[in-house]
């Protein structure tokens, strides 16, 4: 039977919720000062799933991200200065300057790095898990896809081979409507992508995507049925993608109606109105977290505009080959 969170614990989600989003704006900000190297990624509106899943998990578990899903690695112990360091391409970031955006891990922090061929972690993830389960670890790990990825080989074939070695694994869908300008009705017959789980005989559950409650719960359900040798669950998240493919992108394809529409379920919104009518978070404690998020985004950009940029004649190194 899952615990209930405590106070302190629905503080975390709604600290990491609104550090996500802070994140993300700060990003924008310098993307549109011309100080970003490359695009931004945003995860607007789809907050929750990043920290709802990240948050279910227990230190020694492993999460396989998506560049969308900075929340996850906020609460695997990252830092919103080593996201601005990467995005600026500065030589204290974490790939000093060899990278762009969030491709970047660290197996102390259980993170493994983003992969652009998105369907490429649940293989990779599906691993990590074999691994666990060969040594007796009680390790799970978590791979997130979004719904194009679904489409891919290597998400099918990834799915196959956890269920049949029953593995430790979660694949987290987030279900936000578009492949980059491709919507999911164009991808597939299918109404729910948790239905192609049963293909493979894995479980699979479908949750919305902007309740940070329902999807932590999902997630802690999934990960201890895991953890009891039970084999690999998906976990469909409805949401939708509040903004473009990148910072680029209007998404003009869109129609209106249809974010509008998401709009009011925003997902920050929602907890804190949660927060609010069950009396658990006063407003001089939002107000604490508020602040403290805020002196944190100030100084981590300071930190990150005030780091030089990396030699040239040290692009070679540290490489594989």
Not at 7 to 18: A, E, G, K, P, W
Not at 257 to 272: N, S, T, V
Not at 293 to 299: A, Q, T, V, Y
Request: proline fraction near 5%.
């Amino acid at each position: 039977m899952l615990r209930k969170l405590t106070r302190r614990q629905l503080h975390d989600l709604y600290y990491y919720l609104r550090l996500n989003r802070r994140v993300d704006e700060q990003l924008v900000s310098l993307y549109r000062q011309g100080k970003v190297v490359g695009g931004v990624y945003s995860s607007l509106g789809q907050e929750a799933i990043s920290v709802g899943t990240a948050y279910a998990l227990e230190a020694q578990d492993v999460i396989g991200p998506m560049i969308r899903n900075v929340g996850a690695m906020m609460v695997r112990g990252y830092r919103p200065r080593d996201v601005f360091l990467q995005y600026l391409a500065r030589q204290d970031g974490p790939t000093a300057g060899r990278d762009a955006n969030t491709h970047f891990g660290d197996l102390t922090l259980g993170v493994i790095a983003p992969i652009s061929m998105l369907g490429e972690l649940v293989p990779v993830l599906g691993g990590v898990a074999l691994a666990a389960k060969l040594r007796h670890e009680k390790r799970v790990a978590l791979a997130y896809v979004g719904d194009g990825t679904t489409s891919t080989g290597q998400f099918h074939e990834g799915l196959n081979f956890a269920a049949v070695e029953k593995l430790p694994l979660l694949v987290i869908v987030e279900n936000n409507g578009w492949a980059y300008s491709t919507p999911v009705e164009k991808q597939m017959a299918i109404r729910d992508i948790a239905e192609r789980a049963q293909g493979y005989g894995m479980p699979a559950t479908i949750v919305d995507g902007n309740d940070v409650l329902r999807v932590n719960t999902a997630t802690r359900v999934a990960a201890e049925s895991a953890r009891r040798g039970a084999g690999p669950t998906l976990i469909e998240c409805k949401t939708m993608r509040m903004k473009g493919h990148a910072e680029h992108d209007d998404a003009r394809y869109v129609p209106k109606e249809l974010l509008e529409g998401w709009r009011k379920k925003d997902p920050i919104l929602r907890f804190e109105k949660y927060l609010t009518a069950k009396k658990l978070m006063t407003a001089e404690e939002k107000a604490a977290i508020d602040a403290r998020i805020e002196n944190e985004i100030r100084e981590d950009v300071t930190l990150a505009e005030a780091s030089p940029f990396p030699a040239p004649e040290e692009a070679a190194q540290p490489i594989w080959a």
